[in-house]
């Protein structure tokens, strides 16, 4: 902590001092008391002591320069105890130890204790204290934490010795207690429908080629779904909300996150305002996030917002899922592969290139009904999807 | 009830206790015709006449000696030490001979004496009238030691000490004998030894004090309190019996705490109650405990106290580096 050294009083009717020299510099250390500067007013000349221990951290007056009484002068910063609560006595030696030595290894007793009552690793605790020590409050908050989500809590692994211990990277992390409160919060529901592809296959194969040279990368079938889904959000509104305990959140603007797979784990960045966006807007945002994604240049505001989350599965390969729910959304929806498959219609078995499109759904915000229309909403904008149907 | 100062307090219970039981007398110097220096006995004289209120001379041993042997023979003495430093002149007649006739007589002798004392520094007192020296009666067995700090307490304490059969200290703090009023019972009551006084609420810290310093650590905890430290303050006020369990509790949820005495460092109170804290409380402690007293040295002219008792920024900066460790 900075304490201020201030121009001290040195008559009764005298306004102000001229520091005419400086004992100590910058980055000294000065004992209470130790003259820190020589001052001369119109009536004396002396010495000011300084008011702690500690070490000079500026000097806000030059040598020969005048200030009023009262004004800060110079800055030291205290010691880690204050030196006055420890008068010395003779012979002791001087024991204390730097501000600014690390101490995140340092344990007290009240910290040990409860480290060994609640089996919390304080190795694992934020430490808030001094040198970053972890203080009891900090234990008896991450004690709070842990009774709070109790299922949050992983059970305890033993490493063997043929096993290998991965440590957990900052997304890892952030992935596991995101997932882990979702599922412990938020109940889950499910739903799929059957979609038939054929119309959405023949406008990207009409566009496909064109598409490419035009704007420099392909056409996928995930722009067409992001438009089902923002169609679907337009039907059944509520599936675009939020729960909390004072009521459900209906979201007026739709901001579609998508999750986009990495080696090291998920992203989810956020199309803003996708309803107002045609099926090439949405390709041309979802390729800049991609391509953003995996230059690991995506920013805070990129992976925010999102009130509802689409996911593309299918792209691996499988064919149903049931994906976690964003905590703070209703609902996530999840393409599947796009696969060609004998389906009967009108009393005639055809090959058609067929999808399922799965829902996981936050029960407290939607009943199975309403799941349903969203679904059937999707379902009937991708299936009236045909090559007529303008892309820009 | 009625609003009072805390010498207020101490004369109204003397007066009622005087009136109640007609075994109870008075005795020290000036305590008569003059009402006692801080006129804590003022008027008893006119009421209960010369042999009831005695003025004696300059003498302290020979007022706690009368006393004993007063009570030996069946009064309940109140004698009055001018200021607690000039106990020492009485002390052979204090620890040999008060602290221990019940024990020499194998319990046939109760010594049923309360010795008041005003105590402590800020008053910018000549040498000697300020000195704060609690630990050393309290290191004399046999003894009872208290210091309350507020009105209510100092009435009920004291109708507590006179009637218990055993010798009671009871240490007056001066600079707060007249500083402040509170609502004090017109009633007979009696505050009991050995439980801690909760002065102030607080999370992050406990600051623990007795007697003066107890409101000089309110104030600490209010400026703390500006910065987002909350301070609990304790007020110990009955130094033998102690409240071992009420400090602990107290402790135990924050794990800090600084004591403060007006004492200085070495071997004052302080260091009982922090050694107390690590015996019974180590595995509660997130920190060293840390302690504000005045300096080994002796209590200066009134002019420099500022510099050597217990100052708010220092109880303040002690506070404050022990939220933040």
Known sequence: ?392 | MSELTIVEAIRSALLSEMERDERVMVLGMDVGRLGGVFRATHGLLDRFGHERVVDMPLAEAAIIGSSLGLAIGGMIPVAEIQFLAFAHQAFHQLGRQLGRYRYRSVGRFHAQVTVRAPCGGYVRNPEFHSDSIEAELAHQPGLKVVCPSTPFDAKGMLLEAIRDPDPVIFIEPQRLYRSFRMDVPDDDYTVPFGKVRLAREGDDLVLIAWSAAVELCVRAAEQLSTEGIEAAVVDVRSLVPLDVAGLVAAVRPSGKAVVVQEAPLTCGFGAEIVATLQEEAFYDLDAPVLRVASWDTPQPAGALEGWYLPSLRRIVDSARSLATD
Not at chain 1, 7 to 16: A, D, F, H, K
Not at chain 1, 238 to 244: A, L, R
Request: proline share 5%; glycine share 10%; charged share 20%.
């Open chain 1, 1 to 392: 902590m900075l304490t201020n050294v201030l121009m001290p009083r040195l008559g009764e009717s005298v306004g102000e001092g001229t520091v005419s020299k400086w004992l100590v510099r910058p980055g000294d250390q000065v004992r209470e008391f130790q003259p820190l500067l020589e001052v001369d007013t119109d009536k004396v000349n002396a010495q000011v002591p300084s008011p702690l221990s500690g070490t000079v951290r500026e000097l806000l007056v030059e040598a020969g320069a005048a200030a009023a009484v009262g004004a800060v002068i110079a800055l030291i910063e205290a010691d880690i105890k204050p030196a006055d609560a420890q008068p010395s006595s003779i012979g002791q030696p001087d024991v204390r130890t730097s501000g600014t030595a690390s101490r995140t290894k340092l344990v007290s007793p009240a910290v040990a204790a409860m480290a060994e009552t609640s089996g919390i690793d304080t190795g694992q605790v934020r430490g808030t204290g001094s040198g970053g020590r972890v203080t009891k409050r900090d234990m008896v908050t991450a004690a709070a934490k842990l009774a709070e989500a109790p299922k949050q809590a992983s059970l305890p692994v033993t490493v063997g010795p043929d096993d290998e211990l991965v440590a957990l990277t900052r997304t890892r992390r952030l992935i596991a207690d995101n997932m882990a409160r979702a599922k412990a919060t938020v109940p889950h529901a499910w739903q799929t429908q059957e979609v038939d592809m054929a119309g959405v296959v023949a406008n990207r194969n009409l566009h496909k080629a064109s598409f490419a040279q035009q704007e420099g990368f392909g056409l996928t079938y995930l722009p067409y779904v992001l438009a089902a889904a923002v169609a679907g959000l337009r039907a059944v509104p509520t599936v675009n909300s939020s729960f909390s305990d004072a009521g459900i959140v209906v979201h007026r603007r739709i901001h579609l996150g998508v999750a986009i797979g990495r080696e090291d784990g998920v992203l989810v960045p956020v199309i803003r305002d996708a309803d107002g966006l045609s099926i090439a807007g949405l390709a041309r945002s979802l390729n800049d996030l991609t391509s953003r994604a995996q230059a690991r240049a995506l920013t805070a505001d990129d992976l925010t917002g999102g009130t509802f989350t689409v996911n593309n599965s299918g792209s691996f390969g499988t064919l149903l899922s049931y994906s976690v729910i964003n905590p703070g959304q209703a609902g996530i929806l999840t393409m599947e592969a796009v696969v060609d498959r004998p389906v009967a219609r009108g009393g005639l078995i055809g090959i058609r290139p067929m999808m399922y499109l799965c829902f996981s759904l936050d029960h407290r915000v939607l009943d199975g009904l309403a799941a349903a229309r969203f679904l059937s909403s999707c379902r009937s904008w991708l299936e009236a999807t045909n090559e007529a149907t303008p892309i820009f």
